[in-house]
């Protein structure tokens, strides 16, 4: 059975940063496209970044573009995702997700962030 455990949340002063970690189980991680995404009180859940089978390609919203970096590393069957200069609109819990098609895609529970002003 697939499962993405993110870890590396917590309470952070703006400005700071903050990295990140999904380890994924139960799938051949380099045939999955991985993103992050996240999800603030009250909003619905919103694209971060997302990144290629072999790390080459990488795409950001544009909130987060110049700040956040995401990477991965197939030997570990982990994703990353380093948030540098963080706003206390970055705050909100983060997901993982591991994408193949329609009906190979997966879900974390989510880490929280919090970004005090």
């Known amino acids: 059975q697939v499962r993405l455990v993110e870890s590396g949340g917590g309470l952070v002063q703006a400005g700071g940063s903050v990295r990140l970690s999904c380890a994924a189980s139960?799938?051949?991680?380099?045939?999955?496209?991985m993103g992050w995404f996240r999800q603030a009180p009250g909003n619905e859940r919103e694209f971060v970044a997302v990144?290629?089978?072999?790390?080459?390609?990488?795409y950001y919203a544009d909130s987060v573009k110049g700040r956040f970096t995401i990477s991965r590393d197939n030997a570990k069957n982990t994703v990353y995702l380093q948030m540098n200069s963080l706003k206390p609109e970055d705050t909100g819990v983060y997901y993982c997700?591991?994408?193949?098609?329609?009906?190979?895609?997966?879900w974390g529970q989510g880490t929280q962030v919090t970004v005090s002003s």
């Open positions: 139960g799938l051949t991680f380099d045939n999955y496209r």
């Open positions: 997700n591991a994408r193949l098609n329609q009906w190979s895609d997966y």
């Open positions: 990144i290629g089978r072999y790390g080459a390609i990488t």
